[in-house]
């Protein structure tokens, strides 16, 4: 028995899911390998879209937060992947201080805070949460919509370690981006950091996240033999772009022009007949903001002033000065009649979960991750979690465990980031 999906299958992808399946043994025999090379994140979470034709990863948090949108019957999964993830940072750690994001209004939020808190307990830990808050001077407990609460503390910096009032941690858990940049307080520590200041938005790129992947699913298609095209989108980068002054729409009216031609070519080889479409974005950032949809270059040479202005500024406030332009990938997957997006979740190198993004009002060729997207579970025919290599007559393919190779891909990806990140940050 496997957890196969109880949502609707659509079809072309049956074929990329058959290839994957039957390559199971060397798929994860090529893991294990790529595990043993490089180090993965703590934690990640990679936004899918699945468009029958295509399966590619979109997006790739490293400081996710939705941890409460799992089913608890993958809790069991979290707890075994903190406990070897945290084995890898530090053996001997028995007490985590978890900084959350600023988010003390955003009850959703911290739901997910303590959802985090309680796989970290179950796995044997202490934990408590530190706030950056300036205004929490005292501990503060927020009572949550679910009936449960997070007890947020002023963090105090000794030295080169922070504590709380009777708590000195062992290790720093960062929920928090760094939209805004690394605090002072965060630098120089003692205590082992994850993930990794550097993997915060101050300083990742999304475009050389996309390099990455580039090399890692190049390496993946030539294993089961496919065209890389099928799991990976096209893109492009510029900067220097000002949306308020109208600045660097040259580079990217020249740039959507460029990729939409190359995606046309794509259709034209494959028989596609749906009309090529770019998501611009902004190059560093999250929460869904400084994105918009692109179908010509004159989309982006006749912005009005609301759409310059919502493409201008980020979370946090920061400017946005760079911008990925992605291929657009289509999701024709819907939950409840809403267009939907699978987000799969991994702690260390494990899948532990997913759920989907669902938006009724945003189209199949739109970003989902904007205000009113809601969060459903991924639903399963059954409570196993082993993919099934010999797949049955009249059973739909594992797309469980399709959806979590092309998440791992993008996991790997975010590997080989972050070591050219900490070379960087190291010289």
């Known amino acids: 028995m496997v957890p196969h999906l109880t949502t609707a299958l659509t079809g072309p992808l049956q074929t990329l899911e058959k290839q994957i399946l039957e390559a199971m043994p060397a798929i994860e025999h090529w893991f294990r390998q790529q595990w043993q090379e490089h180090s993965v994140p703590f934690y990640t979470s990679v ?9 590619a990863p979109v997006d790739t948090n490293l400081f996710p937060g939705g941890f409460n949108n799992l089913r608890p019957e993958f809790q069991p999964l979290c707890i075994q992947a903190v406990m070897t993830a945290v084995e890898k940072i530090c053996p001997d750690t028995r007490q985590f201080l978890l900084i959350p994001e600023n988010h003390t209004r955003n009850l959703f939020y911290l739901q997910n805070v303590a959802a985090l808190q309680s796989i970290l307990q179950k796995a044997g830990f202490s934990v408590r949460v530190g706030s950056l808050l ?29 504590t709380l009032d009777g708590f000195d941690p062992c290790a720093i858990l960062l929920n928090n981006d760094l939209s805004a940049g ?5 630098r120089g520590l003692s205590q082992p950091v994850v ?10 790129r999304k475009s050389q996240h996309f390099a990455a992947y580039d090399r890692v699913a190049e390496d993946f298609s030539k294993l089961i033999g496919i065209d890389p095209w099928f799991i990976n989108p096209l893109f492009s980068h510029c900067g220097q772009i000002d949306f308020s002054a109208t600045e660097g729409q040259d580079c ?24 090529p479409f770019l998501i611009v974005k902004a190059d560093a950032g999250t929460y869904g903001m400084g994105i918009m949809t692109v179908k010509s270059p004159d989309d982006v040479k ?16 920061q400017a946005v000065t760079e911008v990925l332009i992605q291929e657009g990938v289509y999701t024709f997957e819907s939950v409840d009649g809403a267009v939907a997006e699978p987000v799969v979740y991994m702690i260390d190198h494990y899948v532990v979960g997913g759920f989907y993004r669902v938006h009724t009002e945003r189209g199949i060729d739109e970003n989902l991750n904007a205000p009113g997207a809601r969060f459903v579970p991924l639903a399963f025919e059954t409570s196993a979690i082993a993919p099934d290599q010999k797949q049955l007559p009249g059973t739909p393919p594992n797309r469980f465990y399709t959806y979590g190779v092309v998440a791992r891909l993008a996991m790997l990806a975010a590997s080989l980031e972050l070591e050219t990140m900490a070379q960087q940050f190291t010289d």
């Open 182 to 186: 690394i605090p002072d307080i965060l």
């Open 302 to 317: 006749q912005l009005n002033r609301k759409q310059r202005n919502k493409m201008s500024t980020i979370k946090e406030g």
């Open 47 to 55: 936004d899918l879209r699945n468009s029958g034709f295509k399966l």
């Open 252 to 275: 990217l009216s020249t740039q959507v022009e460029f990729l939409l031609s190359e995606i046309r070519d794509k259709y034209a080889e494959y028989g596609i007949k749906e009309e």
């Open 195 to 204: 993930p990794p200041l550097y993997a915060g938005w101050s300083t990742r």
């Open 134 to 162: 300036p205004e929490i001077t005292r501990p503060t407990a927020i009572d949550l919509p679910s009936g449960d609460s997070v007890l947020l503390e002023p963090i105090k910096r000794q030295g080169n370690r922070l």
